[in-house]
């Protein structure tokens, strides 16, 4: 079964700066996906961003992008330039990529990080 | 024009009564899911339908029943609830998209319901 672990329950960051979230996860399948999510206190779930196990280029998104260690098993989220409007919960997910059987479709996600943002 | 909405937001209840949230996608998705978060955030799947035929059926409780009546709707009713299943329950779409050999299914959630058992 797949596990995903967030080791930092807490983070916080000054305004303007960069802050560095931890996700790491246990697989034995080669092809997956895996995602960031935030969570602020409306409760929303936004995704911010994704990275195919496939694709050795890490993704980035804006201000927000991830380091992917495939052979590590790890993939954290660095966010630059950090704003007041990002403070939030983040989540860490994993996907199965093939189509069909039972675990088709799982999201299995990570205990969540918060995030506070210093003015 | 909500993409994901739930009905309804908030819902509090006694122990051992029964009850339904519904969720509604416009996005023209095929599969949709439950997701239950719990009182320390942890989010977990519940269930998934694709098509309206059942896919995931995680370690639920058979008080838990998901009904599609078609595939843009994916309600959840709960029978004889418990103090336990005071949460926030997540209702989520997606639709399968071939990159090459694999496929990807971004996921987009609900509001969120949160369900208090008292």
């Known amino acids: 079964a797949q596990t995903v672990t967030q080791s930092q329950p807490e983070m916080s960051v000054q305004e303007a700066e960069t802050v560095t979230l931890s996700c790491t996860y246990d697989?034995?399948?080669?092809?997956?996906?895996l995602f960031w999510y935030k969570q602020p206190p409306s409760r929303q779930m936004i995704l911010v961003i994704r990275?195919?196990?496939?694709?050795?280029q890490n993704a980035t998104e804006n201000r927000f992008s991830v380091n992917f260690q495939k052979a590590a098993k790890s993939f954290s989220l660095k966010i630059s330039d950090s704003q007041l409007g990002d403070a939030a919960m983040y989540f860490c997910?994993?996907?199965?990529?093939?189509?069909?059987?039972?675990?088709?479709?799982?999201?299995?996600f990570g205990q969540g990080t918060i995030l506070t943002v210093h003015p | 024009d909500t993409a994901v909405s739930q009905t309804p937001k908030y819902l509090v209840t006694q122990m051992g009564n029964d009850k339904s949230i519904k969720c509604e996608q416009n996005?023209?998705?095929?599969?949709m899911y439950w997701y239950k978060q719990d009182s320390k955030k942890f989010l977990k799947i519940m269930f998934s339908y694709n098509n309206k035929e059942l896919i995931i059926n995680e370690t639920v409780p058979n008080r838990f029943s998901p009904k599609s009546p078609d595939k843009a709707h994916l309600n959840l009713h709960i029978n004889s609830l418990e103090l336990g299943d005071s949460a926030v329950y997540f209702c989520?779409?997606?639709?399968?998209?071939?990159?090459?050999?694999?496929?990807?299914?971004?996921?987009?959630f609900g509001p969120g319901t949160r369900l208090t058992v008292l």
């Open positions: 990275q195919e196990a496939y694709k050795q």
């Open positions: 697989t034995s399948e080669s092809d997956y996906y």
């Open positions: 996005l023209g998705h095929d599969t």
């Open positions: 997910a994993y996907g199965a990529a093939n189509a069909g059987g039972t675990s088709y479709g799982k999201l299995t």
């Open positions: 989520a779409s997606s639709q399968e998209e071939r990159i090459s050999l694999s496929s990807y299914n971004e996921q987009f």
